[in-house]
């Protein structure tokens, strides 16, 4: 039998009396709904986790979130075997201009930096972009306030019959943040903004979720590069689950 003993922020875990690891639970500031969990075992047994989270869950009745490399099979199965499911992969990719694989097409690119009217419509525009693509895993919780002091200071935007139709928040070599108003429009402005970025740095580097099709297909422009990738696991089921 699986024994939880809480501290704070961290529950202790025992098996027959024997201490196994603990967990660390803590919140997001700006992402609240989800507690992401850090896990210290000092062995994993896949056996306990289902019982183990299940407990969890009545403890705190609160959807639970972890990010793990996703070469970390163990602990992968550690939490799928518990109930948690997969909602998201991110990648980490650095690249060079030699790995680039699109057709090299050019836009009318304009930039706007901090305190600038254009500025503020992108910084609107990307904050309702953001909120859509992390609903349906935990969901934006702060204000818009919060979020624009995430944003780098340079905007690099499209404008089509007066209207912006594509941006990106840059930093140094960084892609911070991206948006398009449609994949039919994206092509030519992720051509012209590789390559500017390219003429800049001999690398860049953007962060990448699966469920943010912008990235996705900046990352699938990039045929040869280096990345990492991380997974992150949800658990939902109620304190009610399995009843």
């Given at each position: 039998m699986v024994e939880l003993t809480q501290n704070d922020c961290h529950i202790s875990v025992s098996m027959e009396g024997e201490y196994i690891g603990s967990i660390h639970l803590y919140e997001n500031p700006y992402h609240k709904r989800n507690l992401y969990i850090d896990l210290d075992f000092k062995r994993l047994d896949s056996a306990i986790s289902a019982e183990l989270f299940y407990k969890m869950?009545?403890?705190k009745n609160r959807p639970f979130q972890a990010m793990v490399s996703s070469k970390d099979v163990s602990i992968v199965d550690f939490l799928t075997s518990g109930g948690f499911v997969l909602a998201r992969r991110s990648f980490d990719v650095t690249a060079s201009g030699d790995s680039?694989?699109?057709?090299?097409?050019?836009?009318d690119l304009h930039h706007a930096h901090f305190g600038e009217s254009k500025y503020d419509i992108?910084?609107?525009i990307m904050y309702e972009r953001y909120i859509k693509t992390h609903?349906?895993?935990?969901?934006?919780?702060?204000?818009?306030?919060?979020?624009?002091?995430?944003?780098?200071?340079?905007?690099?935007?499209?404008?089509?019959?007066?209207r912006i139709v594509n941006l990106a928040f840059v930093e140094e070599n960084?892609?911070?943040y991206c948006y398009s108003y449609g994949e039919e429009l994206f092509d030519r402005f992720a051509s012209a903004l590789l390559s500017?970025?390219?003429?800049?740095?001999?690398?860049?580097?953007?962060?990448?979720?699966?469920?943010?099709?912008?990235f996705m297909k900046l990352r699938g422009m990039l045929g040869s590069h280096?990345?990492?990738?991380?997974?992150?696991?949800?658990?939902k089921k109620s304190a009610d689950a399995g009843n």
């Open positions: 869950a009545r403890i680039y694989m699109g057709t090299n097409m050019t836009a992108c910084c609107n609903q349906a895993i935990n969901p934006w919780t702060a204000s818009l306030k919060d979020f624009l002091t995430k944003l780098p200071g340079e905007v690099i935007y499209e404008m089509q019959n007066g960084e892609i911070a500017l970025l390219f003429s800049r740095h001999d690398l860049i580097y953007f962060e990448c979720d699966d469920c943010d099709w912008v280096c990345e990492e990738s991380f997974d992150t696991y949800i658990y």
